[in-house]
């Protein structure tokens, strides 16, 4: 989640019913208002043609998958009407919906990189998305985080704080960041996995009434405002977890980075980090931090252990643009930093070359709303509704093929490895993508290109080696 340069921040009330008014911005691929959303999203259905699919997302009726307005192209092009690899269309679910959710599901198998199921959600938005094992995680504008299993409801639990912007997993625990700039915990109950909880609030209410006390911990947020500095005062756009999951990193619009202890959920730190709304934050590699802000920066921050304390310090710029930085994501291999950003290319840096710039992926048309990396592979979504699949080769990087579907923005990106069969025995993966649609979309991604995938699917029907 991400915001633009020109937003501005209001006030955030402490109770936990209430969340955070904001006035319009620029593109709905930049902000979070679900008015505002909704808007955007109308007129850029309205001024915009997609290669597949029908015309209009909204004339099609409810509880349908979409699933047949699904191309792929092998790799983009200035005008995006290269030729392109149709995968087949599985046939349409006229099932009614799962009675106990306003979703739909559909589900077919392939063999390599295509669309293999949808889930078409009528309550709002996809924000966030996350991924463990065989369960996904769904957070939008409904307050509703929504848990599914083989593309079927599972259990969900819900928030009073409206949208969801972040999801992460670690462990047993899920950890949520709101748009009234808290951070919520919850676990699945040990008697019941159907069932969750909430374990957690971050402040907590004894923490944050300590802090209240104590005029020193005040510092000005704006204007004639003063806040406790435990606490963020704008929505919440981004988490991440240490590797040694000791250390829960909260990114802001406020401007801040806070630094929380997972184990107690003590605020150790409050990082002034950029001049504007914080969109990003990755934990790296080598105690180091990254973090993107709508000021058009990348940030390096350098964590110290100082006693028994930690600390961190300001390393370096990686970057400073005019437009917005929107999305960080770091390899597996904690080699390579990917930076999406506004004008839609995505630059990325070497660890191995002292973080020198290794070169600009350009496959979009507009701005780069998501980043996430498996094995080898990046996945880029953005305000054109794509995916673009870059597969790494050394320090090289080729487009293997653009996956086409959704008819709105895509916001959010999240990988599994696919436990599934494969034909050449290579991994494959599972990516989910949520987007503006309303709706997330489900995609088998193998690491060859698409005119050799389609050879070793001609070659295991026909029994060839």
Known sequence: MMRNSNSRKQNTMVTEDNSVPRRKTFG????????????????????????AG??????????????????????????HNSLSFPCAAPSMDLTSPLSKSPWSSHFESY??????????????HIYSLAASGDLLYTGSDSKNIRVWKNQKEFAGFKSNSGLVKAIIITGERIFTGHQDGKVRVWKASPNDPNVYRRIGTLPTLKAYLKSSMNPNNYVEVRRNRNSVWIRHFDAISSLSMSQDQILLYSASWDKTIK?????????????????????????????????GSADGTVKVWRRELQGNKTKHFFSQTLLKQECAVTSLAVDPSSNFLYCGSSDGLVNFWERTKFLSL???????????LCLATAGNLVFSGSADSNICVWRREGCE??????????SGPVKCIAVE??????????QQFIVYSGSLDKSVKIWRVSPWPPPMQAQVQDQSQWGMS
């Open 111 to 124: 063999l390599y990189t295509g669309l293999i199921g949808s889930l078409v959600r009528e309550e709002g």
């Open 54 to 79: 029908p015309a209009n997302y909204h004339n099609r009726p409810n509880g349908l998958s979409s699933d047949y307005s699904m191309m792929i192209s092998p790799s983009p092009s200035e005008d």
């Open 259 to 291: 630094v929380w202890r997972a184990s107690d959920f003590k605020c150790l730190e409050s990082i002034c980090a950029h001049e504007d709304a914080v969109n990003s934050v990755v934990v790296g590699f080598d105690g180091l931090v990254f973090s």
């Open 28 to 51: 709905s691929m930049l902000q979070s208002d679900r008015n505002q959303d909704q808007n955007e999203y109308t007129n850029f259905c309205r001024s915009n043609t997609f290669e």
């Open 358 to 368: 290794g070169g600009v992926l350009r496959g979009h048309k507009s701005a780069i």
């Open 397 to 406: 990087h080729i487009c293997l093929s653009v996956l086409k579907g959704h």
């Open 417 to 426: 490895d696919d436990r599934g069969p494969t034909t050449t025995g290579d």
